[in-house]
């Protein structure tokens, strides 16, 4: 359920209808509660308070259509600066970090306020009347109303500098790496080991466990998709349920086809009917990757931004420089983590629940493979890459992660031998290359 509930507020989090019409509906009740205000208080003008009251209904009706027909046009003009800042970040940095421009609230709240101030001064001016038998004149509403012109041009100059800022290149990459970052601190805490992520199991004792198995099942995804969530907690239910346990044949971000096997089910107790549907509701299925469970989306994003810089047509070799300062970061992190293991327990410590997960190489992997094959003809790249390498290499306290990093920083060692024509580009490289591999190399000699 926690699962569902974080994938759904992600998904409000990037539309833009969700914070405009919050605000569309404060203001209407605003609106109502002023002039409610107008009603029962009486405004006496005096002294200089006096010259900022409304003096008649058709002042007000002036005022009000005014600021109703300027925040309808700002509207309008600020949805058009935002439809050019998403085209332009689509064509240059890819389509994928549309989503990351949608999460940004304050372009949200901008696009809100004016639609909810135009509301606001519809509502009022509605109640406005100066008839022979009814005269009703809102001063304080009215007063409102143009405090919320003066702060919604605030906003517009700052929307403007916002806009202009988040467009360019270093800032993009920025803003990915926080979102990267956010991620992986939530997907992989410090320090904060679940107890079941602690227990391990052997491979024999699982292959037996499957061997003694009552009832065995295989379950294929009914549509295709991306796997986007995987309510855990739902599928240890279901296990303790049948007496068994689940394997999962995938994890978030892999894409489904229909008919693929996803679950095999593992039981002592006979599975009742209805067992299927309930079983494939604990996953979410979508059109697209998101981060809410997938550990790869923010690199992927991240990546894809440095594969177009480093494309021919647009030949930026110090944004993708930027992205190998950013992911190098990310991974450093995960150096110092523990990466949840593929078991799950229920609080007997019996085994419930067997997940695809990801590992420290495949996340490496991810992060700079692409970037290797895509720089091979820009020395400023491999060089850097091999230099963030070192930095990985230094950072890690674990062997398996040291060796990971020796693999890749080969495979860069070999792709600058073969494509470097310069000697000395080469011999920058092979000098970052040789501060790895002395010291794994004398740690190997000692051991021997």
């Not at 009740?29 to 010259?51: I, K, N, Q, T, W």
């Not at 300027?70 to 439809?83: K, R």
């Not at 939530?186 to 079941?196: A, D, I, S, V």
């Not at 019996?350 to 895509?374: C, E, H, P, W, Y």
Request: glycine fraction near 6%.
């Amino acid at each position: 359920m926690k699962a569902k509930l974080i994938y759904f507020w992600s998904n409000l989090q990037s539309s833009f209808w969700f914070v405009p019409l919050i605000l569309i509906l404060c203001a209407i009740l605003a609106a109502f509660g002023l002039v409610f205000l107008d009603d029962a208080v009486e405004m006496e003008p005096s002294g200089l308070f006096s010259y900022f009251l409304i003096g008649s209904a058709d002042s007000a009706r002036s005022v009000l259509s005014t600021i109703a027909g300027a925040m309808i046009g700002v509207a309008g003009t600020v949805f058009s600066i935002t439809l050019v800042a998403l085209t332009l970040a689509s064509s240059q940095f890819g389509p994928r970090l549309l989503q990351n421009f949608m999460h940004d609230k304050l372009n949200q709240v901008v696009l809100g306020s004016y639609i909810a101030t135009f509301t606001y001064c519809l509502v009022v001016l509605s109640t406005v009347k100066s008839s022979d038998s009814l005269q009703f004149l809102p001063t304080i509403s009215v007063g409102f109303a143009i405090i919320l012109a003066l702060v919604n041009i605030f906003l517009l100059v700052i929307f403007i500098h916002h806009i202009s800022i988040n467009i360019q290149a270093d800032q993009v990459v920025s803003n990915v790496n926080s979102s990267l970052n956010e991620n992986f601190r939530r997907l992989f805490p410090k320090g904060e080991e679940e107890e079941e992520e602690a227990l391990e199991i052997s491979a024999g004792k699982i292959e037996e466990l499957k061997q003694n198995a009552r009832y065995k099942e295989i379950y294929r995804v009914k549509s295709s998709g991306y796997l986007q969530v995987v309510n855990r907690e739902r599928l240890i239910s279901l296990a303790k349920e049948i007496e068994g346990f689940i394997e999962m044949k995938k994890h978030a971000g892999h894409f489904l086809v229909e008919g693929q096997e996803v679950f095999a089910v593992y039981g002592d107790k006979e599975l009742e009917e209805g067992f299927e549907g309930r079983l494939l509701s604990s996953l979410i299925i979508g059109d697209k990757r998101n981060s809410t469970q997938d550990s790869e989306f923010a690199i992927r994003q991240m990546v894809e931004v440095a594969s177009r810089a480093l494309s021919p047509g647009v030949n930026d070799p110090y944004t993708a420089i930027t992205c190998i300062d950013k992911l190098t970061d990310s991974i450093c992190y995960l150096t110092a983590v523990d990466l949840p293991g593929p078991y799950r327990f229920d609080e007997d410590e019996k085994l419930r629940l067997i997940l695809r997960t990801m590992s420290f190489d495949g996340v490496v992997g991810v992060a700079f493979n692409q970037i290797r094959q895509f720089g091979q003809s820009s020395p400023a790249v491999l060089i850097h890459l091999m230099g963030a390498m070192v930095t990985i290499h230094n950072l890690s306290q674990r062997s398996e992660h040291k060796q990971v990093i020796l693999k890749h920083a080969k495979m860069i060692h070999h792709a600058a031998k073969e494509h470097f024509g310069e000697r000395n580009d080469f011999n920058d490289l092979e000098e970052r290359y040789q501060q790895m591999e002395t010291p794994i190399s004398t740690n190997q000699k000692d051991e021997r």
